[in-house]
DNA sequence: GCCGTTTTCGGCCCGACTGTTTTCAGTCG
């Protein structure tokens, strides 16, 4: 079995090392525009070819490719990545991400030197043997070293949750200069993606290289990295780099649209305008050397025949088929949520009483929410016992009482499902839940038949609502357990179980493929908090970005109904 | 390597910044 991102990696490879080698820049393209296909692709790479399904059919695949990417279902590897790897050391691949040098200037110092790691570099760049090469001057030198040594910085990608705040409190200091008039958070964060590579800034302001002055002497700045008359780059304390780039009023939106991505998207929005004989870039759209879009983000998309399309869909993940068929989805938001159904108290790991979670649920203006603590074998989180479960729903049907006609308490858990696919608790209590949250809390590496097997056996349960957190990634500390999703989903929607979509801002899962995928397989989805504060009962906002990244409406989401209406849904 | 209501050949998204030269290549996004 091959995921997308196993085959989009090894094509990604091949694309490196045919670049060092030199090949026709084009075709190195083909690769990376395969890989980027396969890796956005909402359907599984491996299914289809086992399916017989005739690749080419996708644009942007060839003969050529169809054929590799068979090679790469089918027996797990690739020929001529292979081959190219017997030629091309590793240590030139790694010598791509450093700054400032690409393939030429690497299979430069390649050819002159046999250099092959990145420690024979550093020691070529500082013995002065590196000057010789045409084109290599001191500045370039230091660069190169530098660039050694912070190597393991790059690539690193921040929470949006993580750079919330900063680039809040980047708008706000913008804004503050004389003369700025317009400050906007382009690129990934604007599409809301689950993690972001770098902060890029639109500013519409009267002097640009004053406010570029300004923007650099930012205090949190580390280093300035260039800084033009267009378009300037730091690095903040925490390694975050941060873009700037200025615009007039008439370009805004053609410039915002430019810099909100995603890169792909941008592609087939110029390829369009090309074929209707037009010119998009970040100042406009051209027809003719005539510009006749460019103000608004509305206008560039009618120029090229299309409509508005949210940021948040800019992936050219089919976006732009659905904008011509006119069936693009009207995104859930924040306020459609009527209530929270993953909430933990003070009875297992949460900080706060229920009554205190109550309250602010109210404030928050839900309608419902479920308190679900966690379940025995979860001691590292204060599981709860038979006995403590029971005594939490009296006090909760006391406060339902109490806060009758402001707000219902669903009696609820987090219930773990263990490695046989049974669940942490006996019926007797089960049935006394209204709300069974089942979750996966330990054994995140079975193999895929068996993890499969595990979840689905859940599912089958009948006192089970919701698979909470269904993947059980964390992002950048665990990867997601291997599972057949096209048999989860259909199981979810014959057995009337929900999907969860987990709010916690390193969790977020289900992923923005798998929610398209959900959606498409009628799937039931809840998105929900997994607060364990107060604060976190916010969390629901990264939630709903993910959502919406995913193609999913308001009808889609179960907790956008009225108490009423989700009561109906429950089993009895 | 992909693609085709001008095409099976000859294009392929487009511009800014840097460092190196002195008009441009390489890199980056």
């Known amino acids: 079995m091959m995921t997308n991102g196993e085959i989009a990696k090894m094509l990604a490879m091949t694309a490196d090392l045919l670049e060092i080698k030199g090949e026709n820049p084009f075709k190195v393209r083909a690769y990376r525009n395969a890989a980027r296909i396969v890796e956005n692709s909402s359907k599984d790479f491996d299914k289809l070819v086992k399916e017989g399904f005739d690749l080419t059919r996708l644009p942007g695949i060839g003969k050529d490719l169809s054929e590799y990417i068979k090679e790469i279902v089918n027996t797990g590897k690739f020929h001529k990545l292979e081959e190219l790897k017997k030629e091309i050391p590793q240590g030139l691949v790694d010598m791509l991400s450093i700054e400032g040098l690409g393939p030429k200037r690497v299979k430069q110092i390649y050819d002159a030197f046999g250099v092959t790691s990145l420690e024979e570099l550093k020691k070529y760049a500082q013995s002065g043997e590196l000057d010789k090469l045409p084109g290599f001057g001191p500045k370039l030198i230091e660069k190169i070293l530098k660039g050694i040594k912070q190597l393991k910085k790059a690539g690193i990608r921040f929470l949006w949750a993580e750079v919330e705040d900063i680039a809040e409190d980047l708008r706000e200091y913008l804004l503050k200069f004389e ?29 640009y290289p004053k406010v ?22 730091v690095f903040l304390q925490n390694g975050l780099q941060v873009d700037l780039r ?103 790991d949460g900080a706060n009483t229920i009554e205190e979670i109550a309250k602010k649920a109210i404030e928050l203006g839900y309608e419902y929410i479920a308190i679900t603590d966690h379940s025995k074998r979860l001691k590292v989180a204060n599981g709860m016992d038979e006995k403590k ?152 906002k990264y939630g709903i970005n993910q959502a919406r990244r995913g193609w999913c409406e308001k009808k889609n989401v179960i907790n956008t109904l009225s108490l009423k209406e989700l009561k109906g849904m429950l089993r009895e």
């Open 179 to 207: 003369g700025v008039e317009i400050v906007e958070i382009a690129g990934s964060y604007r599409r809301k993606k689950e993690t972001v590579g770098d902060l890029d800034i639109l500013v519409v302001a009267k002097d």
């Open 212 to 233: 570029s002055e300004y923007f650099i002497k930012y205090p949190e700045v580390k280093e300035v990295h260039s800084a033009g008359l267009t378009r300037s780059t």
């Open 246 to 348: 200025a615009v007039s009023h008439e370009s805004y939106g053609a410039a915002l649209h430019y810099f909100t991505g995603s890169k792909a998207h941008n592609i087939e929005i110029r390829k369009i305008a090309i074929s209707l004989g037009m010119k998009v870039n970040e100042y406009g759209v051209y027809k003719d050397d005539k510009k006749i879009a460019g103000e608004s983000e509305e206008e560039v998309y009618k120029a090229v025949g299309l409509c508005y399309i949210e940021p948040e869909l800019r992936e050219n993940r089919g976006e732009i088929e659905a904008c011509r068929e006119n069936r693009l989805p009207k995104l859930i938001k924040r306020e459609d949520l009527r209530g929270d159904l993953h909430i933990h108290s003070n009875y297992s």
């Open 389 to 540: 479960i029971l005594r939490q729903f009296e006090e909760i049907d006391r406060l339902n009482e109490k806060f009758k006609g402001k707000i219902y308490i669903f009696k609820g858990c987090e219930v773990d499902i263990l490695e046989d696919g049974s669940l942490d608790y006996d019926e007797e209590i089960l049935e006394k839940c209204e709300i069974v949250n089942a979750a996966i809390h330990y054994k995140f590496d079975l193999p895929r038949e068996l993890q499969t097997k595990r979840v689905i056996k859940a599912i089958n349960n009948p006192f089970v609502t919701t698979i909470s957190h269904p993947t059980g990634r964390i992002l950048h500390k665990r990867e997601e357990m291997s599972l057949d999703f096209e048999l989860i989903f259909s199981e979810a929607v014959k057995n009337g179980v929900f999907l969860e979509i987990n709010s916690q801002p390193d969790r977020l899962d289900l992923n923005d493929v798998l929610i398209k995928q959900a959606i498409e397989k009628g799937v039931k989805l809840v998105i929900n908090s997994d607060a364990h504060n107060l604060k976190s009962l916010n969390f629901v």
